[in-house]
């Protein structure tokens, strides 16, 4: 099947998955019903080109050509799972490229001289317990059993419960040393989450921008809770200057945020926000809100960070709020490996003049916490808006197509040779 038809057919059984009908963005969160579905569907692909699937001891999905144990595979996919109203793109676009890749390469009637497998690595996002890259974080050895096992969603579920519900071992997770050892590179497509591509042009056949980059580095990032504790009271008869009142504090901290990231030339972000008790006519007795913050390297992260950890502090003894911070996850800054991502360069620009380019981002990935036990490398493809963790994230059909075939080069350069 050519790979546009093999990515279109793949594509359309993965849209409905998870939709919801009035904000049309995805809730495919670790665990639950459409994750389950969109597992089916991985699945469901594996069998139907006759390649070996298995479920690693994290949950991560693996679809094999070859023989596993034979060592130096060569690996790619993405993940399945979306953020809450998520795009159809970030993850699925890696994964049904992969697959899509493959029928390309069996139609150009390639012999592999490596094992290749497709993996769909669980939970990247951490929409639903709060930490990004469960999967592949546990697998090499990042997260520990004990704090695993710890997670609990926002209804108070615990990840080992959640796992559980969905008819996975939670005992069973843990580092996977082994596993890691066997493979010789894994190269994930992702759709850009910026317009560094559309926006460049190296004299790609496109015209108007460049439909394909290389990684070069993910910015350090991280997550923390600032929980902001005051006195809940009636918000008809407290006085003003009674009211203990952590709301202001926090949005002051929010400010602060934003004053910070431009100073630094960074990004800080609260996306995410609990009040307790949550009740039009009640003083808040607890605001607690989650901080993304990113930067171009540590000492910039941790300026920002430092600098808007102050300003809450000073906010809250000014209000008589105590205040906590914990930092909840981290990923320090990744360099791409150099000698992948330039065989990858090397490929990609083969029989051509154009220089394919090589940008860096502030997004985290899979590929990014795997960096740290083999060596990885990344594809991105045009994303005209730039728009990424919402619905209206976008990449355009002959873009896709173009990152399908240009998998369909990289794996062959490297599982061929
Ligand atoms: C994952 O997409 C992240 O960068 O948060
Ligand atoms: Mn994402
Ligand atoms: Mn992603």
């Not at 082994?178 to 992702?190: K, N, S, T, W, Y």
């Not at 220089?355 to 960096?371: K, Q």
Request: glycine letters at 12%.
């Amino acid at each position: 099947m050519p790979a546009g038809s093999s990515f279109h057919s793949m594509w359309r059984e993965l849209l409905p998955i998870g939709r919801h009908p009035d904000s049309r963005g995805y809730r495919r969160f670790a665990w639950t019903g459409a994750d389950a579905e969109c597992r089916a569907w991985f699945k469901e692909q594996a069998e139907a080109r006759g390649l070996a699937y298995e479920v690693d001891r994290n949950g991560n999905q693996w679809a094999w050509l070859g023989d596993p144990g034979a060592g130096d595979a060569v690996v790619t996919g993405s993940h399945l799972d979306s953020v809450p109203d998520g795009g159809a793109f970030d993850g699925p676009l890696g994964v049904v490229s992969s697959f899509a890749a493959l029928d390309e390469l069996r139609g150009r009637g390639v012999e592999f001289s490596k094992p290749l497998a497709i993996v769909n690595f669980g939970d990247e996002e951490g929409a639903r317990f709060g930490l990004a890259c469960v999967g592949s974080r546990l697998t090499a050895g990042q997260l520990t059993v004990e704090k695993a096992h710890k997670l609990t969603d926002g209804d108070g579920i615990s990840l080992p419960r959640a796992m559980e519900a969905a008819g996975y071992d939670p005992d069973a997770i843990g580092a996977d040393p082994d596993r890691l050892g066997r493979i010789g590179a894994f190269v994930e497509l992702h759709v850009e989450q910026g317009r560094a591509l559309a926006l460049s042009d190296s004299g790609s056949a496109a015209g108007s921008g460049d439909r394909i980059g290389i990684a070069s580095a993910i910015w350090p990032h991280g997550r923390w809770r600032f929980d902001f504790r005051g006195e809940a009271n009636h918000a008809g008869t407290t006085r003003l200057v009674d009211r203990r009142d952590p709301m202001l504090s926090y949005a002051e901290t929010v400010l602060a945020a934003r004053r910070e990231a431009e100073l630094a030339g960074a990004v800080a972000t609260f996306g995410k926000i609990t009040v307790e008790p949550n009740g039009v006519n009640a003083i808040p007795s607890l605001v607690r809100g989650w901080l993304d913050s990113r930067a171009e390297d540590q000492e910039r992260l941790d300026a920002v960070v430092g600098g808007i950890e102050n300003a809450a502090r000073e906010y809250a003894a000014a209000h008589g709020i105590e205040l906590d911070v914990v930092r909840e996850s981290f990923t320090p800054v990744v360099e791409f490996d150099h000698a992948l991502r330039d065989e990858l360069a090397r490929i990609l620009g083969k029989d051509t003049d154009i220089t394919v380019p090589v940008l860096g981002t502030g997004a985290g990935h899979d590929a990014g916490i795997l960096s740290g036990s083999i060596p990885t490398a990344m594809l991105f493809v045009r994303n005209p808006t730039g728009v990424s963790h919402s619905p209206a994230e976008f990449a355009a059909e002959d873009d896709c197509v173009a990152g399908v075939l240009a998998l369909a080069d990289v794996l062959e350069g490297l599982a061929c040779r």
